[in-house]
């Protein structure tokens, strides 16, 4: 099968496509024909080693310290069940299913990928498309992961800081269903886009909006997790509560989350948003997309014009 790897830490230009075998589909896997992923934060920070101080030497000893163990990127597909092992009773050949390879376990910028049954998958949206079901997956799941942490009453504020991308743009969505009173943030030029999501307010970082912003918000949500400690600190209530994608609590994805996701989709209350897509040839393209952290949602990787 084709497969887009790296095989040293740096620049886009590391990963190219090469043939590799298709995995095996142990018992307790089931074996999916990908029709779409997307590249996000987690591929790029890893190609590159994009963290701070300590992390990156951690991040060197779990994915490989000279060069990756795991050369195939890619942590969420879309895609149809080829192949089930004896224990992956809940699948069968034909399903189509979204998700999320575990852990650090990565492999979907390939044309197979072969998901333990314990990951976080379940049966595409109906009448989704394989790059509408993916864009919901890595900024869905997220987003459900932290403001799960913060109760919603009624009237209840919230800021979401980076509302452009993939974490965001779902954030905002799921937010206003959760019954909250939306700020987004995000630089002027995505303006039109976030607000198409429905915010109650916008809020531009690359003007004088939110320096000038005297609200005190309630929760304040920072998509990206790069929000200044000081900004932080004036916009939260006394006794509000601070949500990051930068800080030590990592996102778990469930089958929960995507079945959750799946069913505000079916009924039209949450969209999916991609910012781009290319053809697995074009990964290098799809990951100096992701680099220029302009973009707005998702940037999708098709597999085949079907996808």
């Not at 779990?62 to 969420?76: A, C, D, N, S």
């Not at 989704?128 to 913060?150: C, I, Q, R």
């Not at 000081?230 to 995507?258: C, H, M, N, P, Y």
Request: a positive charge; one cysteine or more.
């Amino acid at each position: 099968m084709q497969a887009a790897v790296y095989e040293s830490y740096g620049p886009p230009e590391v990963v190219h496509l090469c043939e590799v075998p298709i995995p095996v589909c142990k018992d307790d896997h089931v074996l999916v024909q990908i029709g779409a992923s997307s590249v996000n934060s987690a591929d790029v920070r890893t190609r590159a080693l994009d963290v701070a101080g300590p992390l990156k030497v951690i991040l060197r000893l779990v994915m490989g310290w000279k060069r990756p163990k795991q050369p195939i990127l890619g942590t969420v597909f879309s895609g149809k069940v080829i192949a089930v092992g004896s224990l992956a009773t809940d699948f069968q050949v034909g399903d189509r299913l979204f998700g999320c390879t575990p852990g650090l376990g990565f492999g979907c910028h390939a044309e197979y990928v072969a998901v333990p049954i314990k990951a976080a998958m379940a049966k595409c949206p109906v009448k989704a498309s394989d790059a509408e079901s993916v864009s919901l997956v890595f900024g869905g799941t997220t987003a459900l992961f932290f403001l799960n942490k913060a109760s919603s009453k009624i009237g209840s504020t919230l800021l979401v800081y980076g509302a452009s991308g993939a974490v965001g743009c779902m954030a905002v969505q799921i937010a206003k269903r959760m019954g909250f009173r939306v700020t987004a943030c995000a630089s002027d030029m995505h303006r039109e886009a976030v607000l198409s999501l429905g915010p109650d307010a916008f809020l531009s970082y690359t003007n004088k909006e939110l320096a000038d912003c005297s609200t005190r918000f309630d929760v304040v949500f920072d998509a990206v997790g790069k929000m200044p400690a000081a900004e932080r600190r004036r916009l939260l209530s006394d006794k509000g509560i601070f949500l990051t994608v930068g800080g030590s609590s990592v996102a778990k994805e469930t089958k929960d989350q995507l079945e959750q996701l799946r069913q505000w989709f079916e009924e039209g209350t949450l969209k999916p948003i991609i910012d781009s897509t290319y053809r697995l040839q074009d990964i290098t393209a799809a990951h100096a997309r992701v680099d220029t952290k302009h973009k707005v949602g998702s940037v999708v990787v098709l597999m085949d014009d079907r996808s």
